[in-house]
């Protein structure tokens, strides 16, 4: 990944500094450290779990078929592999973003059919960045940019719940039979909640401050990047997303490891299993109030799945804490009266409860 860093500029005894190669000219350097850093990664990759083994027992010395043991194992293998994944997508992902900007987001989804416009912002949630710091600032800029209320919520509902970390790491940590399901019904639920507000007609619980901000104008047109560029805005959302969350990363998966290496099986599965009826409106209730993003809940949903609970209960927990989150209500209290933010919760929870109870009788 060298490849990514700008060289210095030459300076050869005073004279004038030489400008580096711009533009297409930097394509082939920068395709060919892509391809050599591709290749190190699937070597190291393909040798997490026997290093992670060799160290637990090896160099560390605890001995096999203990709790620390095997709490230290799944530690040392899934955080190697989890980051290592984030790394390979959020670039990847960092390319998709360098193709829809927020302005062209808003010019994509305003004057829509608000039934295609909820099905475009549920898809463009996935692949365009969004946090609870930007939860005002986006919904203002749709409302004024002649977005449907709908069409708004359900790009703020899939934005942070279907996002490429939560993906990634449902993906690594579980393989594409739960990452896709995930995915799918947080896009549904996105839909579904989007549409079903737009139906109540609920405009009139806006605060009344955001129907007097001008949108942006047109501002400047935008710049057809190089391919070259977007490389490097997938370097640049690489470095900044996963130098935020891989404190988040360590953590979930240090809880992860304490369950998966000290929990009983059979208590997990009484509290969180599909014979419990309650457990999955439980499993929404504890997640709701939850300080969490997908870096540090997906690695606890993984222990919890493995010491015996529901996948349809763990989903509804992580869609909860992810897409109901307390602190993007919060900040979403200055442009939403109190009716509207409840029943925004309610619509979006009472999908997710479906999305629950239809997963435990499905598998």
């Not at 350097?29 to 892509?34: A, D, P, Q």
């Not at 993003?293 to 015996?308: D, E, S």
């Amino acid at each position: 990944m060298s490849a990514f860093v700008s060289e210095p500029v030459g300076l050869n005894s005073g004279a004038e500094a030489v400008p580096g190669p711009t533009g297409p000219r930097r394509l082939p350097r920068y395709l060919v450290g892509c391809a050599a850093a591709l290749l190190v990664w699937v070597a190291v990759y393909a040798n997490l779990q026997p290093f992670a083994a060799w160290l637990t027992y090896r160099v560390i010395g605890l001995a096999r078929g203990t709790h620390l043991a095997a709490a230290v194992e799944f530690f040392l293998f899934e955080s190697p592999k989890v980051l290592m994944l984030l790394v390979l997508v959020v670039f990847g992902v960092g390319i998709v973003r360098s193709f829809f900007t927020p302005e062209r987001t808003r010019r994509i989804l305003a004057g829509k059919r608000e039934s295609i416009g909820n099905l475009l912002a549920a898809l463009l949630g996935i692949v365009t960045p969004f946090c609870s710091c930007s939860a005002v600032p986006l919904f203002i800029g749709f409302v004024t940019a002649g977005v449907p209320l709908g069409v708004t919520f359900s790009f703020l509902v899939s934005a942070p719940m279907v996002n490429e970390v939560a993906v990634v790491l449902l993906f690594g940590l579980f393989g594409w039979r739960v990452a896709g399901i995930y995915t799918l019904t947080g896009v549904l639920v996105a839909i579904v909640s989007g549409w079903t507000i737009g139906r109540l007609r609920l405009e009139g619980h806006v605060e009344e401050w955001v129907f007097r901000t001008r949108a942006g104008g047109a501002g400047p047109a935008e710049e057809r990047l190089a391919w070259s560029d977007r490389l490097e805005a997938g370097w640049r959302a690489m470095t900044e997303i996963v130098g935020k969350v891989w404190p988040y990363v360590l953590a979930g998966i240090a809880v992860g490891a304490g369950i998966h290496g000290y929990v009983p099986e059979n208590f997990m599965a009484s509290i969180m299993g599909k014979g419990a009826w309650w457990s999955v409106p439980l499993a929404v209730l504890i997640g709701i109030p939850m300080y969490s993003n997908a870096a540090g809940i997906v690695p606890v949903v993984q222990a919890l799945l493995g010491k015996g609970a529901a996948l349809g209960t763990v989903l509804a927990f992580m869609m909860a804490v992810i897409g109901l989150s307390l602190p993007e209500t919060i900040i979403l209290r200055r442009v939403l009266k109190p009716t509207l933010i409840a029943t925004f919760v309610g619509v979006v929870g009472t999908g997710i409860l479906i999305v629950g109870y239809l997963f435990n009788i499905l598998f």
